[in-house]
T-cell receptor
């Protein structure tokens, strides 16, 4: 069964360092989402791609976060510099097309900033 | 920003009982979806209901949608211990199908 792949699963980084997360969506899925989930809360949308284009990044802290999806396939989310408050689960999800369908989630990357 | 808001925040029931969870939202939607998350894992899609639908069934799940009240409910019948998880409603909105999640409901099913 096709899955959304994320790496790494866990990441510990020091404050002010750079960190990057990678996501490989299900093949053929045009829409890719990055979410941040703080423990005990719901996922918060950071950025949404349609193919290689960003269609929503209204909640992305653009002074330190960046995201790209070159060639409209896999994607990278970067934080530089990391802050203590960035500790959270970072979830990637993909869905088939522009018309809203179910989203498939990866297992996430648990980030701890020390 | 959160579009959907679930109620109650936490629910504890006995195995075999039914669990009802509610979700309210603020703006017009393309569809509403429910997801489950087991501790520390990714989310799993449960069911999707479109804005022009009123009720949908999938196995032990029943979801209703009332667009006039901007609310939805998820019913899990004959609950099992394995249903213990967090449940989230998510609304799809706008031309780009932005998917926004609520804060979630923690369901505990006691054996």
């Amino acid at each position: 069964e096709a899955e959304v792949a994320q790496s790494p699963r866990y990441k510990i980084t020091e404050k002010s360092q750079a960190v990057a997360f990678w996501c490989d969506p299900i093949s053929g899925h045009a829409t890719l989402y990055w979410y941040r989930q703080i423990l005990g809360q719901g996922p918060e949308l950071l950025v949404q791609f349609q193919d290689e284009s960003v269609v929503d990044d209204s909640q992305l802290p653009k002074d330190r976060f960046s995201a790209e999806r070159l060639k409209g396939v896999d994607s990278t989310l970067k934080i530089q510099p990391a802050e203590l408050g960035d500790s959270a689960m970072y979830l990637c999800a993909s869905s088939l097309g522009r018309v809203a369908t179910e989203a498939f989630f990866g297992q996430g990357t648990r980030l701890t900033v020390v | 920003s959160q579009q959907g808001e679930e109620d109650p925040q936490a629910l504890s029931i006995q195995e075999g009982e039914n669990a009802t969870m509610n979700c309210s939202y603020k703006t017009s939607i393309n569809n509403l979806q429910w997801y489950r998350q087991n501790s520390g894992r990714g989310l799993v899609h449960l069911i999707l209901i479109r804005s022009n639908e009123r009720e949908k069934h999938s196995g032990r799940l029943r979801v209703t949608l009332d667009t006039s009240k901007k609310s939805s409910s998820l019913l899990i019948t004959a609950s099992r211990a394995a249903d213990t998880a967090s449940y989230f409603c998510a609304t799809s909105t706008g031309a780009n199908s932005k998917l926004t999640f609520g804060k979630g409901i923690t369901l505990s099913v006691r054996p």
